[in-house]
T-cell receptor, first 118, second 115 residues
Framework: AQKVTQAQTEISVVEKEDVTLDCVYE???????LFWYKQPPSGELVFLIR??????QNEISGRYSWNFQKSTSSFNFTITASQVVDSAVYFCALSEGGNTGTASKLTFGTGTRLQVML | GAVVSQHPSRVICKSGTSVKIECRSLDFQATTMFWYRQFPKQSLMLMATSNEGSKATYEQGVEKDKFLINHASLTLSTLTVTSAHPEDSSFYICSARDTRSYEQYFGPGTRLTVT
C-alpha cells in the first residue's frame, strides 16, 4: 500500500525566511510519481511539481526548490524568502506508475499548513 | 492549459435530498476521472475512479449506492450524493486524466453543505 507522511501539521514563519516542508513516502512500486500541490483558502489545488522515480535531480523554480532522495524516500519542498502569498496548505502526493503514465489515482499526505507573517 | 470545471461550486441542501455534482473537461477528452473528498482541515481521500462507458471503481469504505457515479461521455462525469446527511458535508474535488497525454488536471472543487 502507498503512504505519504507529512509530519509537519503547521508551520509559521516570518516573511523572507526560508522554510522546508517535509514529505516521506512509502511504495512498493519501482515506477512512481511524486507531486506537490498548493491549496489556498479558496480550495482549488494548484499544481507545483511532478517528479518520476527515475529522476532524482533536484529542481528549482524561482523561489521554490525540491529535493528528491530515494535513499530516504523523501521529497522535500523548500520555499526561499517566503512571502505572505505563500500562506496555504501544501500537499505532497504519490501515484503509481506503469502504463498509465503520470496520472493514476493519487495518495495524498495530510498536508502542511504554512502561515507566513509580516 | 487544460481546464476542468465543476458545477456547482457550492451547494446547500436539506438532509435526505440528493445532490448531483458535475465534472467536465473543457478542452480535452478524459476516459478516466477521479473523485476525491476532503473534510475540513483534512487531506484529500480518493472516493472512486470513474471510467467512461463502464462502472466506477470505488475505494474501500465508500458506499457505491450512496455515491452514484456516471461517466456518460468523454468530457463529463457526475457524482450524485443520494439521501445526503450532514456527515456528507465536505469538499468534493474531481480530476480528469487527459486521454492523450495522461496528464491529470484537478477541478476547482464543490463545497457541499447538508443541513
Amino acid at each position: 500500500a502507498q503512504k505519504v507522511t507529512q509530519a509537519q501539521t503547521e508551520i509559521s514563519v516570518v516573511e523572507k525566511e526560508d522554510v522546508t516542508l517535509d514529505c516521506v513516502y512509502e511504495t512498493r512500486d519501482t515506477t512512481y510519481y511524486l507531486f506537490w500541490y498548493k491549496q489556498p483558502p479558496s480550495g482549488e489545488l494548484v499544481f507545483l511539481i511532478r517528479r518520476n522515480s527515475f529522476d532524482e535531480q533536484n529542481e528549482i523554480s524561482g523561489r521554490y526548490s525540491w529535493n528528491f532522495q530515494k535513499s530516504t524516500s523523501s521529497f522535500n519542498f523548500t520555499i526561499t524568502a517566503s512571502q505572505v502569498v505563500d500562506s496555504a496548505v501544501y500537499f505532497c502526493a504519490l501515484s503509481e506508475g506503469g502504463n498509465t503514465g503520470t496520472a493514476s489515482k493519487l495518495t495524498f499526505g495530510t498536508g502542511t499548513r504554512l502561515q507566513v507573517m509580516l | 492549459g487544460a481546464v476542468v470545471s465543476q458545477h456547482p461550486s457550492r451547494v446547500i441542501c436539506k438532509s435526505g435530498t440528493s445532490v448531483k455534482i458535475e465534472c467536465r473537461s473543457l478542452d480535452f477528452q478524459a476516459t478516466t476521472m477521479f473523485w476525491y473528498r476532503q473534510f475540513p482541515k483534512q487531506s484529500l481521500m480518493l472516493m472512486a475512479t470513474s471510467n467512461e462507458g463502464s462502472k466506477a471503481t470505488y475505494e474501500q469504505g465508500v458506499e457505491k449506492d450512496k455515491f452514484l457515479i456516471n461517466h456518460a461521455s468523454l468530457t463529463l462525469s457526475t457524482l450524485t450524493v443520494t439521501s445526503a446527511h450532514p456527515e456528507d458535508s465536505s469538499f468534493y474535488i474531481c480530476s480528469a486524466r487527459d486521454t492523450r497525454s495522461y496528464e491529470q488536471y484537478f477541478g476547482p472543487g464543490t463545497r457541499l453543505t447538508v443541513t
